[in-house]
C-alpha cells in the first residue's frame, strides 16, 4: 500500500502542468473522500438506501 506521501505526490503529478493551487488541493481532497469512503465500505460502515431517505427527509422539516 502507497503511503500517504506517495498517493499525494501521484495525484499532483497526475495534474496537468497549468493546474492552480486551488484545483490540486480540491484533486486532493476529493481523492481523500474516494478513500474514506472505500474505507467505510469495507468495514461495514454503510446506511441503506431506505435509511439515506429517512434521514435526509428528516433534515427537510
Known sequence: M???R???AEVIQSQPED???EE???ELA???MVER???DSR???LFSNEEMERR???WQK
Open 37 to 39: 469512503g472505500l474505507s
Open 30 to 32: 476529493f481523492e481523500r
Open 19 to 21: 493546474a492552480t493551487y
Open 2 to 4: 502507497a503511503s500517504v
Open 43 to 45: 468495514n461495514g460502515r
Open 24 to 26: 490540486i488541493m480540491r
Open 6 to 8: 506517495e498517493k499525494m
Open 56 to 58: 435526509i427527509r428528516s
